[in-house]
């Protein structure tokens, strides 16, 4: 009896622990400059990252300004630039505008635009 309640635990336990949506950025965060930002972003880059509800959401940024958006209900593409410390899309489907990004030492931070939900990006 035991096992099962554990067991149990350890599948509705995750999806109870939604995280709390974050709107600012870490404490020290910083904004990178231009140069910083293309070395970062650059085409063939992947990143994913984790929103508060749960979804992994996959961003490509491809050459020619190309970029695709990946989450589990839809998918989007367009174009992507830097703007000063900021990454910017013109997508289809979802919002289009510019995600400002910030850096805790190597760690970026993004802010969404569609919620402005702050998210850790990870290197893919």
Same mark, same amino acid.
């Given at each position: 009896?035991?096992?099962?309640?554990?067991?149990?635990?350890?599948?509705?336990?995750?999806?109870?622990?939604?995280?709390? /949506?974050?709107? $600012?950025?870490?404490?020290? !965060? %910083?904004?990178?400059? *231009?140069? =910083?930002?293309? +070395?970062?972003?650059?085409?063939?880059?992947?990143?994913?990252?984790?929103?508060?509800?749960?979804?992994?959401?996959? /961003?490509?940024? $491809?050459?020619?300004?190309? !970029? %695709?958006?990946?989450? *589990?209900? =839809?998918?989007? +593409?367009?174009?992507w630039r830097?703007?000063?410390?900021?990454?910017?899309?013109?997508?289809?489907?979802?919002?289009?505008?510019?995600?400002?990004?910030?850096?805790?030492?190597?760690?970026?931070?993004?802010?969404?635009?569609?919620?402005?939900?702050?998210?850790?990006?990870?290197?893919n």
């Amino acid at each position: 009896m035991k096992m099962v309640v554990l067991a149990m635990a350890m599948v509705v336990l995750p999806a109870l622990a939604q995280t709390k /949506l974050v709107k $600012q950025f870490p404490a020290g !965060a %910083t904004a990178l400059g *231009p140069e =910083a930002m293309k +070395a970062r972003f650059t085409p063939g880059t992947e990143f994913t990252f984790r929103s508060a509800e749960g979804y992994v959401v996959r /961003l490509n940024f $491809q050459e020619g300004g190309h !970029a %695709t958006v990946i989450a *589990p209900i =839809a998918s989007d +593409a367009g174009q992507w630039r830097i703007d000063g410390s900021s990454v910017c899309f013109e997508l289809r489907r979802f919002a289009s505008g510019c995600n400002e990004v910030k850096a805790v030492g190597d760690v970026l931070y993004w802010k969404r635009i569609s919620n402005d939900e702050v998210v850790k990006l990870e290197q893919n």
